[in-house]
């Protein structure tokens, strides 16, 4: 099975700054990978498909990136409306896999 | 304009099976390309896939879960159907269904459904 580590866990961070998640995976994964915000309560909302494919209607602040089997997603300005936990997922091949979430505190 | 919506019971006894409905519009599991998946999540942790099922495929799920598992689509009724049997309370979770596409991740999700496991 693939395993997807994310880090940090907990992220705190100041309106304004450029924040960066890390999801590395155990194998190749094709650049299969997506991620995801969830606020308390609500559901998750996809922000970035195929590594680096931004979802419609998402903010251009939000970014994603790879090398290798390692991923990343960006917020180059952090915004108030930003926190919440975000999850990376592989979905390349059987059993996906969710990383275990960051939590983003403002 | 795609909506999804998981329909189940929200108490279940420990031992006893669990059948979550998945009701979809706005795409057809008969389009090439298009699939739900099942995905969970106990309170306060993280989110866990469960099972998919696409267009041209019988359904995949999570073997962690022990072949507790299954997963079918009526295609003419627009539903996908989760069957968790055994249940235990550490399967208490929220249970939310989504559409994908394939080659992308989930972009539509229903609003999910809690499920408490507890006598």
């Known amino acids: 099975d693939i395993q997807m580590t994310q880090s940090p866990s907990t992220l705190s961070a100041s309106v304004g700054d450029r924040v960066t998640i890390t999801c590395r995976a155990s194998?190749?994964?094709?650049?299969?990978l997506a991620w995801y915000q969830q606020k308390s309560g609500k559901t998750p909302q996809v922000l970035i498909h195929?590594?680096?494919s931004l979802q419609s209607g998402v903010p251009s602040r939000f970014s994603g990136s790879e090398s290798g089997t390692e991923f990343t997603l960006t917020i180059s300005s952090l915004q108030p409306d930003d926190f919440g936990t975000y999850y990376c997922?592989?979905?390349?091949?059987?059993?996906?896999?969710f990383g275990q979430g960051t939590k983003v505190e403002i | 304009q795609i909506t999804l919506k998981e329909s189940g019971p929200t108490l279940v006894k420990p031992t006893e099976t669990l059948r979550l409905t998945c009701i979809f519009s706005?795409?057809?599991?008969?389009?090439?390309?298009?699939?739900v998946g099942w995905i969970r999540q106990p309170p306060g942790k993280a989110l866990e896939w469960l099972a998919s099922?696409?267009?041209?495929?019988?359904?995949r799920c999570n073997p962690s879960l022990g072949g507790r598992l299954t997963i079918t689509k009526d295609t003419s009724k627009n539903q996908v159907v989760l069957t968790m049997t055994n249940m235990d309370p550490v399967d208490t979770a929220t249970y939310y269904c989504?559409?994908?596409?394939?080659?992308?991740?989930?972009?539509?999700w229903g609003q999910g459904v809690l499920v408490t496991v507890s006598s």
């Open positions: 989504a559409h994908r596409r394939v080659a992308l991740g989930l972009d539509f």
């Open positions: 194998q190749s994964i094709n650049s299969h």
């Open positions: 099922i696409h267009w041209g495929d019988n359904g």
């Open positions: 997922q592989q979905y390349d091949d059987y059993p996906w896999a």
């Open positions: 706005g795409f057809s599991l008969s389009t090439t390309g298009v699939g």
């Open positions: 195929r590594a680096s």
